[in-house]
C-alpha cells in the first residue's frame, strides 16, 4: 500500500505568517495543488496539521503530539495514520506547481533505494520531495526526534532525481509566491 504524507503545520514565519495551506495559486490552494500531485500515485492520502477545508477525497488528517517540532514528529505522526505503508511520499504543503507526473516519478524510482529525494536547488537531496520504503523510514522517524533536520530521515542509499525546477519551486518568501502565480497565469 502506497501513502502520501503532506507536512502542512509549519508556521509560515517567512511569508508573513499565513497558512501556506490556504493561501491560492493559480485559483487553487497550495494544499488541495500538492494533493491533486500525490492522489494518482498512492492510496491514502494523510495531512499534517489542522483539519481544512479541501477538495480532494477521503484525506485523513492528523497532527503531532507536540506540534511545532519539524518535519521529522510531523512525519512520524503521519506514518502512525498509516502504518501499514510500504511506499510513503513525503511533500511539503508549499510546492504549488508539483504534478502528479512528478510523484509518479518518484514512485517509479522507488525500486532498488530505499529512497528517492528530488533535487533542491543547489542539487542536494529535499526530504520533503521525496518517496521512502516505509520500513526504513518508520525506523529513521523513530530514531529521530524534535529539532531533528529532515535530512536526517534520507538513508544513505537515497537516489537523487532531478524533477526540474517548476516540480521543485518551493514557495517560502513572498517572491517565491509571485513566481509561482505567474507560472501558472493564462498567456495572452
Do not use: C, W
Not at 514528529?73 to 504534478?99: I, M, N, R, S
Not at 542509499?157 to 524533477?163: N, P, R
Amino acid at each position: 500500500m502506497r501513502a502520501a504524507i503532506v507536512l502542512a503545520g509549519g508556521a509560515a514565519r517567512r511569508l508573513g505568517g499565513v497558512d501556506k495551506a490556504l493561501v491560492d495559486v493559480g485559483g487553487t490552494t497550495m494544499l488541495d495543488r500538492v494533493l491533486a500531485a500525490a492522489g494518482p500515485n498512492v492510496d491514502e492520502l494523510v495531512v499534517v496539521g489542522p483539519e481544512r477545508p479541501t477538495l480532494a477525497a477521503g484525506v485523513r488528517f492528523t497532527v503531532e503530539d507536540l506540534p511545532g517540532g519539524g518535519p521529522v514528529p510531523a512525519v512520524a505522526a503521519g506514518l502512525a495514520v498509516v502504518p501499514e505503508a510500504d511506499a510513503v511520499v513525503v511533500l511539503a504543503v508549499d510546492l504549488p506547481l508539483l504534478g502528479p507526473e512528478h510523484v509518479a516519478a518518484l514512485v517509479a524510482e522507488l525500486t532498488e533505494a530505499d529512497a528517492v529525494a528530488a533535487a533542491d536547488h543547489r542539487g542536494l537531496p529535499n526530504p520533503l520531495l521525496a518517496a521512502y520504503r516505509g520500513d526504513p523510514l518508520r525506523a529513521a522517524a523513530r530514531d529521530l526526534g524534535p529539532g531533528e533536520p529532515a535530512a536526517r530521515l534520507l538513508p544513505e542509499s537515497t537516489l537523487v532525481v532531478d524533477l526540474g525546477e517548476s516540480a521543485t519551486l518551493n514557495v517560502n518568501q513572498p517572491e517565491e509566491l509571485e513566481r509561482a502565480r505567474t507560472r501558472l497565469r493564462p498567456g495572452p
